[in-house]
């Protein structure tokens, strides 16, 4: 049969979703052969947010890359901070204060309701609801200013120095959170009420986008999308990191494997990440916030360590090479959403196109944590 | 020319000027409140800059819309393409001729109003499909292809249902439907039970059945701006997607006139407080309201979420209605 001939009767056409489509959340194209609504194949183009992050760690001193760390997940921009800075801080033999530790996982968290309040509002727009938007926003202010009184920025945190902070917290950002935790707890009633019992919210998510486990560790998806398939893999109890060992919190984890158990995860790990924040302010150490004698120009030894954090997304690690000199040898990040994204292609071929945006709005994709 | 010739002539020329003042104006400033309403649900002001209370918005949009550039992508069908907006426009305008406000405000008073509605109301279902074909883009093609088997899907029970009205008001003139709802809202054809006891069932798959036809959220899958772009409006620019704008609210008004004249009285003041006139703006409004309402309350159904519904709940529920209207009628009439 001639290639005109087998093309006519197939009948499947080229669509380019993105790279500026309202679906994507940024610079993401993805090129799907669509039979009428139906999805053939989506293969994701990426590289248009390509920002040579792992090249920019190797030719510039440590601590002159760490402002880079909060443009990789700009969402949730202190995890990408807290694995660099842990992985180097592993390899240079630097002890952090506790007190330090404990501002890391107070601010990291609250970084976590941060981004799966954003990734709850924008999946709500994807799926056709646009008010939830605007209340998660209401609540995610309040974090980015509470953030914002101790890190001095908004989005793009470089908060975490290699031996422990630059700021230390005070009593007012202590109240701040403790009423935000309030506030957030006495507002989840009101998101169950209007998103998560909602009927039509209901069709759209249950029996979507189903993912076995066993795809999620073909292709090494973790963080929410691997814990929405059954399996609790979260690197906070797996290997524990800082003074995670310290706190009592739970990982959700549903069975479903559709796009509801997804959303479920994040809703119960913004409960859980509160619990961990309350407790940690509660046990909150007295003490300095930076490791005593750390130079100002880092020369590591030489060297190769490996730092994993849970990031919002998923397990976000970081490698560091040293040869020795000033610079990283070779710098290494394994972004969670590179991973997730991998399972487009396999998880939504026959889906239709509504239900494989939903799929998609499922990973909470942050385009530059793809890109680098 | 006699006197009375002239008399008609300005009585025409008033209405006509009227009634498209009053549609475009309509149609204007319900995408104020369209942005207004929301902002009160969504904990923000909405539009405030231009004018008092922003209520100069609507013709700020009017110039921005005027000032832009019209595209016609490449490969797209010229005629058809610059020609659905207009078709779009016309039909909505149309059905309003036959809608009597009040007693004495009724444009053309003729015995198949209500046919001519439905008849008109499936047309702009056309110019938009001819819209979506005509634009050569892929976004909007899938668009033009939803919009017919969502027609098929929600004009049936539709349809069934404004049958069983006309079987309990016996005719398709609006005027005589109104006055046989007059005298107190338990006259109403919602709270008619005795002519059926299915009534407010009806309307309420009226009401679904209009967000559907307008293509209103949570069905707007002609729209659906986070999986289709703007859908069949994709490709269109300036004043052609404004007219599909207009289109929008004219048919939601229509939607909603036809709505209060069936179903909710009309003119009928429940309380006898004010003039009828302002009893059908009143109800027509509340209805509007409604559906923005709806709007920016759900999310968007799933495609076959549609055709579930119309077809496992509303057409059986709107079937059991009729029949039980026909029963009814037979029975105690």
């Known amino acids: 049969m001639s290639i005109d001939a087998q093309s006519v009767l197939n009948e499947t056409f080229v669509l380019n979703l993105g790279p500026q489509h309202p679906a994507t959340h940024g610079v993401l194209r993805i090129k799907l052969t669509m039979d009428g609504e139906y999805i053939v194949d989506a293969e994701p183009v990426i590289g248009y947010g390509h920002r040579m992050h792992e090249k920019m760690g190797e030719n510039r001193s440590y601590a002159k890359f760490l402002p880079n760390t909060g443009r990789i997940d700009y969402v949730a921009a202190l995890f990408n901070g807290h694995g660099y800075v842990g992985a180097v801080e592993r390899l240079a033999g630097i002890t952090v204060p506790e007190r330090a530790e404990y501002i890391r996982v107070i601010t990291s968290e609250l970084n976590r309701v941060a981004s799966h309040l954003l990734w709850l509002g924008a999946f709500l727009v994807d799926l056709g609801g646009f008010t939830p938007l605007l209340y998660c926003f209401d609540d995610r202010e309040q974090i980015l200013d509470l953030l914002e009184s101790v890190t001095g920025a908004r989005l793009t945190f470089c908060y975490y120095r290699f031996g422990g902070v630059c700021n230390d917290i005070d009593d007012d950002f202590v109240a701040g959170t403790r009423s935000f935790i309030t506030r957030l707890r006495s507002r989840m009633p009101m998101y169950d009420a209007f998103v998560t019992k909602n009927i039509i919210f209901r069709k759209r998510v249950e029996g979507i986008g189903l993912i076995s486990a066993e795809t999620c560790r073909k292709y090494g998806a973790t963080g929410p999308v691997i814990r929405g398939s059954g399996v609790s893999y979260d690197v906070r109890k797996v290997e524990p990191y800082s003074v995670y060992l310290k706190f009592n919190f739970d990982i959700p984890s549903f069975t479903e494997c559709d796009c509801m158990a997804r959303y479920k995860v994040r809703i119960e790990e913004m409960v859980q990440s509160m619990r961990i924040i309350e407790q940690a302010l509660d046990s909150l150490p007295a003490g300095p916030i930076m490791a005593e004698k750390v130079p100002r120009t880092l020369k590591l030894a030489k060297g190769d360590c490996y730092y994993n954090v849970e990031s919002a997304r998923g397990s976000f690690g970081v490698r560091v090479v040293s040869d020795g000199s000033e610079n990283a040898y070779r710098l290494k990040l394994r972004s969670p959403c590179f991973s997730n994204m991998s399972l487009f292609r396999e998880c939504s071929a026959g889906m239709l196109l509504p239900d494989a945006l939903a799929l998609l709005g499922s990973f909470d994709l942050v385009i530059p944590d793809i890109d680098r | ?333």
């Open chain 2, 1 to 333: 020319m006699s006197s009375d010739m002239i008399m008609e002539l300005v009585r025409l020329i008033l209405y006509l000027v009227g009634f498209l003042a009053f549609a475009l104006l309509n149609a204007a400033y319900l995408t104020l409140v369209e942005r207004k309403v929301p902002s009160w649900f969504q904990l923000r002001p909405g539009p405030i800059e231009v004018g008092p209370w922003g209520l100069l918005q609507p013709v700020a949009d009017g110039i921005k819309l005027l000032g832009k550039q019209i595209l016609t992508p490449q490969g797209a069908d010229l005629i058809m393409f610059k020609l659905a907006p207009v078709m779009v426009v016309v039909p909505g305008v149309l059905c309003l001729v036959t809608i009597p406000f009040s007693e004495m405000i009724v444009p053309r008073n003729f015995n198949l109003g209500l046919l001519m509605i439905f008849a008109f109301g499936a047309f702009g279902v056309f110019a938009i499909l001819l819209g979506g074909w005509a634009s050569n883009n892929k976004y909007s093609s899938i668009a033009a292809a939803r919009v017919v088997a969502q027609n098929i899907a929600y004009e049936i029970p539709m349809l069934l249902v404004v049958i069983s009205l006309v079987f309990v008001t016996r005719t398709f003139n609006l005027h005589t439907i109104v006055e046989q709802q007059m005298g107190g809202f338990w006259h109403w054809n919602v709270l008619n039970l005795k002519a059926s006891i299915m009534m407010p069932i009806a309307f309420l798959i009226y009401f679904i059945c209009m967000l559907a036809e307008t293509n209103r959220a949570p069905f707007d899958m002609v729209e659906a701006e986070s999986e289709l772009v703007a859908g069949a409006f994709t490709e269109y620019s300036g004043m052609g997607f404004g007219l599909f704008f207009v289109a929008e609210y004219l048919n939601i008004m229509v939607g909603c006139c036809v709505g209060t004249i069936l179903f909710l009285g009309g003119w009928d003041c429940p309380f006898g407080l004010l003039p009828g006139l302002h009893w059908f703006l009143i109800k027509m409004y509340v209805l509007c309201f409604a559906v923005i309402w709806v709007r920016w309350s759900f999310p968007r159904t799933q495609f076959y979420g549609l055709l579930n519904l119309s077809w496992k709940i509303l057409i059986p529920f709107a079937l059991v209605n009729l029949l039980l209207t026909a029963f009814m009628l037979k029975l105690f009439h």
